[in-house]
Structure formats: structure tokens, C-alpha cells
């Protein structure tokens, strides 16, 4: 008991000040002819940033039955989620065979790509994940709406192909806007969150294929 509290207070003492600006990713600067057509993007990181009103439901849908299926449900953290990931990562280092996937819920991983880190392993990746979870539950579940914290997941990650975020990902893939993409499009999309680099589809078109029937079936 007294080491759950030491270990308590060393998480909130140690976790990173909640600054609501790390939540918000820069765009690209685009620029255009004298006609008005665009010529080029700089920056880093090519991004549009969208609202949660420009995505369609069918992408909203294909992410959260793929990455965290009670995300309109829990304050942050998915406890049974948590659970079945760690059990199933013991079994795997016990026997090698076994694998329940992550436990970090939408917010957490908002957490994880703008205020912690990507360590997954030893003593370090353990109070990454404490640290994650912390903040999503007391800090940006507490300040934000569920629609807001869609947004900022939407907006920040790489998916391929060169693209930030799923607005630069949906034209680079199939030269639309997020709002306008279908059913076999956002499963696509989605699919790419969890390893934009293997799923690529113009890398990879049969793994891409065989993770969009994934999602597909998670959504089913």
C-alpha cells in the first residue's frame, strides 16, 4: 500500500506540465500562383488540421471500434481494456504465443504523442503508461470534450506516405477531402494509426488490404 502511494505521488509529481498548446500541430504553409492554384507546402510535417464537424461518421466509427471501442464510454482509461493488455503481454514474454493488444485508450495516446513518450519497455515504459494515464484522466478528459479529443488524435500522427493527420493522408491517398471519403476508405485510414509505415498502401498494398479487412471486421 505504501509503495502504490509512493509510486502515486512520484507519477503526478513527475508527469509533465499540461500545457493545452502541445495539443495544437502546426499546418503547412501552402503556397500559390498568382491564379490562386497551389504551387507548394512547406514545413516539416505536411498537415491540414480538421474539425471533428469534417469528419464522417464512417471514419469516426472505423477508429473507434479499431483503437478503443468504449472511447465514448470511460473517463480516459478502459480498466478491463488495461487489464486484458497487460495479461496478455505476460503470457507472450511467459510462453512467446499471446497478444491482447495495446491498452491505451484514444486519450492516452493523445497523451503518449504530445506530452510523454514512445517507450515500451523496462521500468521507464511503466511510468510512461501511469503518467499517460494520469493525465488523460485528470488533465485532458477534465478540460476537454469527448468530439475535442477526436480532433487532436485525428490531427497529430504520421500516416504514410509523407502525411500528417488524416486530412493530408486522405489526399495523398485519394486525392479528397477527409469528409468526403467512403466506407472503404476510412477503414483504410484507420488502419494505418497503429503502424502507418507497414500498412502503407502504395508500399505495402497486401498488408494494407489485409488490415482493412481487420478493421472492417472489428466494425462488423
Known amino acids: 500500500l ?3 502511494i509512493v509510486f502515486a505521488v512520484y507519477i503526478v509529481t513527475h508527469a509533465p506540465d499540461f500545457n493545452p498548446d502541445n495539443l495544437y500541430r502546426a499546418e503547412s504553409s501552402i503556397l500559390y500562383d498568382k491564379n490562386g492554384n497551389q504551387v507548394t507546402k512547406l514545413g516539416v510535417e505536411k498537415r491540414k ?6 469528419l464522417p461518421q464512417v471514419l469516426v466509427d472505423a477508429i473507434i471500434a479499431t483503437e478503443d471501442s468504449r472511447f ?8 478491463p481494456r488495461f487489464l486484458k493488455a497487460s495479461a496478455g503481454q505476460v503470457v507472450n514474454k511467459i510462453t512467446g504465443h499471446g497478444n491482447a493488444g495495446g491498452g491505451s485508450t484514444l486519450s492516452m495516446q493523445v497523451v503518449k504523442n504530445n506530452y510523454t513518450s514512445t517507450v515500451s519497455s523496462g521500468f521507464d515504459c511503466i511510468v510512461r503508461k501511469f503518467t ?7 488533465k485532458l478528459e477534465k478540460s476537454y470534450s469527448k468530439e475535442e479529443i477526436m480532433e487532436y488524435y485525428v490531427n497529430t500522427p504520421y500516416l504514410g506516405n509523407s502525411s500528417y493527420g ?15 471519403i467512403n466506407l ?3 477503414s483504410l485510414i484507420a488502419g494505418l494509426f497503429q503502424a502507418p509505415s507497414s500498412y502503407d498502401p502504395y508500399r505495402y498494398p497486401k498488408l494494407a488490404e489485409e488490415r482493412r479487412s481487420t478493421v472492417l471486421s472489428l466494425m462488423k
Open 2 to 4: 505504501v509503495g502504490g
Open 49 to 54: 488540421n480538421v474539425n471533428y464537424d469534417d
Open 72 to 79: 465514448m464510454q470511460h473517463n480516459g482509461f478502459d480498466l
Open 132 to 138: 499517460d494515464i494520469y493525465i488523460a484522466v485528470f
Open 166 to 180: 488524416v486530412e493530408q493522408a486522405c489526399q495523398s491517398y485519394f486525392g479528397k477531402s477527409v469528409s468526403d
Open 184 to 186: 472503404a476508405e476510412a
